[in-house]
């Protein structure tokens, strides 16, 4: 009996300590262009504990992976992801480290001004997961490439 109560006060703290162990930053994507059916979501992920990205989904398109670009023969080419390893306190950046995340069969356009609704699941060590909502914002098409000219 003791043991039992046991059990469930670490789940219990478990749950407290857990609570917000993933923070998401500065998520958008590119608004998508005529005939464009699947999109990169571009955001900053860190985990204040060792953590797998397990699964990435969203209601605006028909699947949601996390891809990595990887050079075979000279040719960028991109690899779906099971998971993402999130090293303890080290910011993971999707979408500008050759890893992001990708949103296939598009439900309808992304247009400027809008926000994309995405769900963030994440696996510690201990099998606890966390799932983190983010809003990514839609950025207009036209918005430079060019990093090397930023205003702000
Ligand atoms: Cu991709």
Not at 52 to 62: G, Q
Not at 70 to 76: A, K, L, Q, Y
Not at 140 to 147: A, C, F, I, K
Request: proline content about 3%; aromatic content about 2%; charged content about 20%.
């Amino acid at each position: 009996m003791k043991r039992f109560y046991l059990a469930m006060m670490l789940c219990l703290m478990a749950g407290q300590s857990h609570a917000g162990e993933v923070t998401v930053n500065s998520a958008w994507a590119r608004a998508t262009a005529p005939g464009q059916d699947s999109a990169a979501v571009s955001m900053q992920i860190t985990s204040r504990k060792d953590a797998n990205i397990v699964a990435v989904s969203s209601p605006a398109s028909a699947s949601a992976e996390i891809h990595s670009m990887v050079h075979e023969n000279g040719m960028m080419k991109m690899r779906a992801l099971d998971t993402l390893p999130l090293k303890a306190k080290q910011e993971v950046a999707l979408g500008s480290d050759g890893n992001h995340l990708m949103l296939i069969g598009l439900k309808k356009p992304l247009n400027a001004g809008e926000r994309v609704a995405l769900t963030v699941t994440v696996q510690f060590a201990d099998k606890h997961k966390e799932k983190i909502e983010v809003n990514a914002e839609v950025k207009p098409l036209t918005e430079s490439h060019d990093h090397s000219h930023m205003h702000h």
